[in-house]
Nanobody
């Protein structure tokens, strides 16, 4: 059974950085797409970034966030720099059983429990 466990969230000030991690267990995921999504209170879950055969980023995080993975450790990371209050949300790691990234949450097969990121002064 595939499990995804996120970590690294927290409370930071605007302009600060955070690095989220997601460890996958249950199988090797080197051929799969790993993605990050986020959901703010009262809003729909939205795409942030994904890594498969290509990298994809939401326009709102391009140039500030970087997604990368360590297949040997079954881990995907999200380095978040220059954080803004609008980045405040629960961040979810997701796995898609395809090497082609997708922006749609419904195209991902497994999800983590989420980690809270709060950006506030």
């Amino acid at each position: 059974q595939v499990q995804l466990v996120e970590s690294g969230g927290g409370l930071v000030q605007p302009g600060d950085s955070l690095k989220l991690s997601c460890v996958a267990s249950g199988r090797s995921f080197s051929a799969d797409t790993m993605g990050w999504f986020r959901q703010a209170p009262g809003k729909e879950r939205e795409f942030v970034a994904a890594i498969g055969v290509i990298l994809q980023y939401a326009d709102s995080v391009k140039g500030r966030f970087t997604i990368f993975r360590d297949n040997a450790k079954n881990t995907v990371f999200l380095q978040m720099n220059s954080l803004k209050p609008d980045d405040t949300a629960v961040y979810y790691c997701a796995l898609r059983s395809s090497s082609r990234p997708s922006l749609r949450p419904s195209n991902y097969d497994y999800w983590g429990q989420g980690t809270q990121v709060t950006v506030s002064s």
